[in-house]
């Protein structure tokens, strides 16, 4: 694969970069969703939110935000794989789902399914978060993907406070603490042309203009999780 030589305050907009393998020493427990269709100005949106006020003294956070089943994790894994070989920091996915975990989520990027750093597995783990958490200070752009963030307290303790990181959250929450300085993406329902191409993924065999498609889309509402269920 060709090596990116870009910073997050030059990702590319006007075209969608094509997926890619990530830097080396990422933490990425999710493939590439083949079934991802549409949200092309949503993935621009987070990207330009990246490259607002270049290299500011703390990281810059975007928010992909929206109701249960609207696509907020998807939308983050297709940002992973299309953007994260920009940030040669490499890129750390974390479930904020359980704030208990957390220390242990961070903790993971250090070890062998991430950056895999000498001697790591001899520290004590609140060692092994510190020597992450410096790690992801540094001027190197990193990418840190905090999944089903909803606390700003949680978002406030664990993202970096300096260096050259970029922190995107998935969340449910669409009001934020304008000091935690987040730029939010809200997400609608796709559009209906996404909807149809989203079933047809399932569904090769019918044609495209089948009726039935639309009607489904209709009764679901465009919305992603439960046009995947149905």
């Not at 907009?13 to 427990?29: I, Q």
């Not at 950056?115 to 790591?120: H, R, S």
């Not at 079933?199 to 889309?217: E, H, K, N, Q, V």
Request: net charge negative; with cysteine.
């Amino acid at each position: 694969a060709a090596t990116h030589h870009f910073t997050p305050f030059a990702l590319p907009l006007a075209d969608l970069p094509d997926a890619a393998l990530l830097p080396e020493g990422s933490r990425m427990p999710f493939a590439r969703n083949p079934l991802f269709v549409g949200r092309e100005d949503d993935l621009r949106a987070l990207a330009a939110a990246f490259m607002q006020g270049g290299a500011g003294t703390s990281a810059q956070i975007a928010a992909a935000t929206g109701v249960g089943g609207i696509g907020k994790t998807q939308l983050a894994v297709e940002f992973v794989h299309r953007y994260g070989p920009f940030f040669p920091g490499g890129v750390f996915w974390l479930s904020f789902a359980a704030s208990a975990g957390v220390a242990g989520e961070v903790a993971a990027c250090g070890g062998p399914a991430g950056l895999n750093l000498p001697a790591f597995a001899d520290l004590a783990q609140p060692d092994q978060v510190a020597r992450v958490r410096h790690l992801w200070q540094e001027p190197n752009p990193s990418l840190l993907v905090f999944d089903n963030c909803e606390d700003e307290a949680l978002l406030a303790e664990w993202r970096p406070s300096s260096g050259g990181s970029r922190v995107l959250i998935t969340t449910r929450r669409a009001q934020w603490d304008d000091a935690l300085g987040i730029t939010a993406c809200a997400l609608g329902v796709l559009a209906r042309a996404e909807s149809l191409a989203l079933l047809l993924r399932f569904r090769p065999d019918l044609p495209t203009g089948d009726p039935s498609l639309d009607a489904i889309a209709v009764e679901l509402g465009d919305l992603p999780l439960a046009l995947h269920l149905a």
